[in-house]
């Protein structure tokens, strides 16, 4: 399951660079959410156009296809950062010190192979699209008022090599972590048990009452 997460910082190389790749990461998403915005101006001026001007917006199905891979692509490295992606952690919070980060090295190793295929099949599927001599440089468009489809196709290898960076500085991370048996290593999401999440929100509380 999704919980809370720490990730510490020191003045170590390793965290720096978590530290500035945090901070693509955080335009990224705010990147997506400002996606999810516009989706709903859209549809506000597509519904409102429709029912007194009886002309919705022209291609309106086009545009929420060029927005959807904002929404769907750009914050997944910032949610991989926080530890915030669904995850079965059920026998991995049993586990404790050098077992626990070999473990988590493992998975994260796992998945970092799985994205650099998804960069490469993603980029060779934006390279079928894109064309420096065609129209718009596409060689295909949206169906209805003719948008070009490659800038949609080219966030997915975009977010992806974002998100393999992240996983690499996990990997490192976690590494170390096992190797020199740290408890506490920086530049990766230390889950939180329910005990302290409760802990932590009941600070927050208290703090805003005050």
Excluded at 138 to 147: A, K, Q
């Amino acid at each position: 399951m999704a919980g809370a997460a720490t990730v510490l910082a020191d003045d170590s190389p390793l965290s720096r660079a978590d530290r500035a790749l945090y901070r693509v990461e955080t335009a990224l998403a705010l990147l997506s959410g400002l996606a999810v915005f516009s989706l709903m101006v859209l549809a506000v001026v597509s519904v409102g156009g429709r029912n007194f001007f009886n002309q919705p917006l022209r291609g309106y199905v086009d545009w929420i296809e060029q927005i959807m891979p904002l929404i769907a692509f750009m914050a997944v490295s910032y949610a991989q950062r926080d530890g915030g992606h669904i995850r079965m952690d059920i026998v991995v919070g049993l586990l404790r010190g050098r077992a626990l980060w070999l473990v988590e090295l493992m998975t994260t190793l796992a998945v970092l192979a799985l994205m650099v295929l998804m960069v490469w099949g993603s980029w060779a599927h934006f390279d079928r699209s894109f064309d420096w001599n065609a129209p718009l440089w596409s060689r295909d468009s949206t169906i209805d008022i003719g948008l070009p489809v490659w800038p949609a196709k080219l966030l997915a290898p975009v977010a992806f090599s974002v998100l393999s960076l992240r996983l690499v500085l996990q990997v490192l991370g976690f590494g170390r972590a096992f190797v020199t048996g740290a408890e506490r290593p920086v530049a990766v999401p230390l889950i939180e048990d329910a005990a302290t999440q409760a802990a932590r929100e009941a600070a927050h509380v208290g703090g805003r009452e005050d």
